[in-house]
């Protein structure tokens, strides 16, 4: 059970390490570090280098142990940042832990199936275990996961397997999917004999699930973020519900008004975005589906984002596009990490 | 002095021509078309063919003093429709007035000029004469004007005179920046000795213009929305107040709380939105204006976009890009229409 | 039997039927054309209004048994145009003939199944009965296909069908492949019996199919255009023969010497291109296929098309992407129309 | 002056430093590495993330006096790939010689004006006096020229200078012309009192420059590349002769037959490629210019692309965007260096 601190700065490039500084200045040393958790200013698909500069550039500076999970795409009005999860000074209780850990590498003609969501399954139930909470005090799971690339669905073949898609685009919303299932899977929203069915349907998900795929990684990220409030002395708190689509500012607003109802301010913003697969919002007719030059998870991250940063003042949040099951569909998780005031 | 009325409808494609019939049933006849005002979902930059497209097959179905105003781009949630300006039933006063016009074809050169801008002030003013109200009781300015095209600039080069620019994007901003300052003068918010001093700083502006280029027109085309509250009797009524920014959700608030006032219900939001120039919101970075994947006025539009239609809950608004002298840099014009309750 | 003749025009925008005057300049009337073959400058996608756009104008000028094939997409040195086919003065025989039909409309479930594949087999076969030329004469079959857009995909649910894709810029490979396996069908490329295990192995095609699909259409317009050398006394000729991948400047040159040999002059080139779904090309890795910022079928384009315009001197050349059976996977059919020398 | 060998390997992302192994198994030492040259997968513009990764992972691993110079952007056809420009085994003579030097770093305020364009020129000419060799024994000079970003234009504002443009994307075609003006004045091309005057026609231009700009730098990289034909006794060559426009392929044929005269292999091509300012190439209008989706250096790369990699039977070629000065406008430079047969 590890209590965290999460402290957020803004990047100037994806190459930025400069806040590492920022981290120190602020009385915490690199080795307190657990995660990293950025948004850079690519196009969150299949060749966003951006992601891939980021953990370059980070990966040689925080502890071994420690993961990062780099999304893609600052659409609009978002703003390029990273969010350090830090131990909190002297294993103080705050009111939230985290947990990070890692899969196995899926195999490019694993990705999407049933084998990569009990992968993923598998391993957050173990960290569940190991952080000694239970699974409804998670507040968010975000899970970095791997794409494919035309490289790899070559060596599927090669290999006498077939990749579940050789659209490298569609194969990072099928490894965001089995991850979500995963997710939903371990924190008991979802059977786990009914991933398999669930891979067919399309339409089960966890409330509190946000993956976001790259073409950086093998293996899976995993990060947890839940409340411990019975150490009660600390001051942060989480709390989620997902969108219902991706206007869904009722919402949004129930949130805030429980982080001010505590005279609380907010320190970040989890959201995941999609565009409604159904092609309609309340009814009335979206084009992010048939948008040949702009792909939907860029038009669902600046909109999502413009709602999300319009209502909190803050452009340095997290929104990240590609929302299949995590969330209804057309809608997606949200997560509010706040701080109490001292007085609440 | 005409007292309008204004209804709204999807469209399944900018070739979409039933709302028209839409119209009908509700009452109204063709030759009470004042105005059509739609989003069509092109780009909104030089190669949006889907105005083009609209204007085709709208043009010979509206009275010919009917103007068509279409702003491309619905990025984002935003969905296409079109808004339909007609002569009140009876000319019964409503609490709105409208009034169209066009000014004389923009030669290539004296695109985004003080030329430009004078030919619309002075255009907007006999209007507003017309229309017999003063310059305050306006509450919106639409003008779609033209764009340079490269065949514009070769002839503009052949007739041994200057374009502005040769960068075709860049044209579309020159164009709404000299209409606004055109808007700004006739509205009495910037003296006309200063459209040429401030066409060099670029930082004056309108809090009531919304300006949009399209390779559809060589003129420019001017709606003017007022209020019109002595006849009373009316439940129509239109507020606007600029957003200072591009995540202003205040204003959008107050003005949405000032006809909750009235127990009224939206009828339709015009909004402009754009990128700030100075690379900043709220003095944290965005990346609109340094990705070269997708032009700034769409992310601007998906932002604001979303921002709006959560607070309202309806998607099919006009929210159009590249705000230039339409608002502060980085703000735009916002205006909303409404329909109070009867009781109110 | 219809002698036919090409005549070919640029065009300065979609929306330009002043080619129509060239044609009569020249000596032609409205009702002497057959078809309209035009490249337009849109993205060649699902969101391509320029298509429409062109479509639009120009119906309604044409004589009603004429059809259009519009092509969007002109990246790189691509050049907007239209080819007239139109019957020749006096049906004098000039080496060509040409015929045009239509299918059934095809519903949004049939796209890309074996029975649209069956659908432009049967139109086409019965068309190549009434020219009364052998399936081996025919040099081209040009035929526009329909896609799927949200709205078809929603009515396929309504109507209690599964449309085969739910990705709408997919769906536009579909339709081309099935249309591409009923034209081999026809001209004795592929046996019927083989269309249903080709749709699975996705890897039949035909040498002289060029399919190119749309959202201005629900049927399927069909252009052969054949040889008709007995009648001997004219100077038009088409030479077809698929580039075996997209730098297979070889064909293009053999093509071209055999035009030289003649003392011919090139009228027009009808080339398709594909990025190769394998993501190599002669064993070296392509982009075309991970770029999520541009579609592949766009790269396809301005990369053949530089290579095609550079060979012959001509950027108004008739070049289309998304090659599915339209030549060996990465490849791409390709028919040099030409004129010989009087003296030849 | 240093005889040089170059070695083209193929990448698998812009990460992948495999190909230094490649080198090594081919005899040569990392020390023996002058220069990095390769193409990455990105879209060439100002958000090219996949450059400064590149960047990022080579230069660690190179000599400190080694350059890299990456130009982004491999559409169509293009493979990514590096050349190695290295010492040649025992410094024996091939025919070639080459050079890399750096200027010192340009200020945001005077990127593309007459004080970047001298920079470039004083540097490369002492970088020519120190090789020994006449400037016309120059046959490529490439550059890897700065750019402005939104940051950089702010700061520039608050150290109260003002930055050429306000457009980032625009900046980096101001930055390649200033850079080929510089190469144009070292080569004798143009007289250095005509740089001022040129950078304002536009019109003047080196033909031998190929300048590319990127975000990762602030200085501006050159590399030499000269023949040294007097050493005779090796069997690289390189020549070189602008394209006049988009499709001249005739240039292309003129230059691969003289290899072919000398019974020689190509090794690699260097050229640069623009979409012609004009809107025009040989009368007929292209669309470049007017497509607010695709960049036209993105256009240009992938046409000029497609047409030498067809030619050579060659993808890994290096094709680079914006010809800014590079060739006259619409064209580019062009240099092939190629491996003379034995027995030649």
């Known amino acids: 059970m590890v209590a965290i601190d999460i402290l957020k700065f803004g990047t100037s490039s994806p190459a930025d390490t400069t806040p590492i500084q920022k981290l120190i200045k602020a009385g915490y040393e690199v080795q307190d570090i657990i995660a990293v958790i950025g948004k850079t200013e690519g196009n969150g698909c299949v060749n966003d280098f951006s992601r891939t500069l980021a953990q370059t550039v980070w990966g040689p500076l925080i502890p071994e142990d420690a993961i990062t999970i780099f999304s893609g795409g600052t659409e609009g009005v978002l703003s390029p940042h990273v969010s350090f999860v830090v131990r909190s000074r002297h294993d103080k209780p705050t009111g939230l832990v985290a947990s990070v850990g890692h899969t ?31 699974p409804s005090d998670v507040q968010l799971v975000l899970v970095k996961c791997p794409l494919l690339t035309s490289s790899k669905i070559e060596s599927s073949k090669a290999a006498g397997k077939q ?94 008004s429980r982080v001010r109802q505590e005279r609380g301010e907010v320190v970040q913003i989890f959201a995941k975005a999609e565009a409604d697969p159904r092609g309609l919002i309340r009814g009335t007719r979206h084009t992010m589906n048939t948008d040949s030059d702009i792909q939907s998870t860029r038009h669902a991250r600046a909109a999502v984002g413009g709602l999300l940063a319009g209502l909190t003042g803050d452009t340095q949040i997290y929104v990240s596009g590609g929302a299949e099951g995590q969330g209804a569909p057309g809608g997606g998780s949200l997560c509010v990490v706040y701080r109490c005031s001292e007085q609440a």
Chains 1, 2, 3, 4 share one sequence.
């Open 163 to 256: 990749a579940l898609t050789s659209d490298t685009y569609k194969s990072m919303a099928l490894s965001r999917y089995a991850s979500a299932l995963g997710i939903a899977s371990a924190l008991g929203e979802l059977a786990e004999k009914e991933i398999e069915s669930s891979l067919q349907s399309g339409d089960a998900w966890s409330a509190r699930a946000s993956c976001s795929s790259g073409a950086e990684l093998e293996d899976n990220h995993i990060f947890i973020l839940a409340s411990d409030l019975d150490a009660n002395s600390g001051r942060l708190r989480a709390i989620s519900k997902p969108m219902a689509d991706a206007i869904d500012a009722a919402v949004v607003l129930d949130l805030l």
């Open 104 to 134: 196995r590498d899926i195999d490019p003609w694993e990705l999407g199936t049933a084998t990569h969501a009990k992968t993923v399954a598998e391993t957050l139930s173990s960290m569940i275990g190991d952080l000694n909470i239970q």
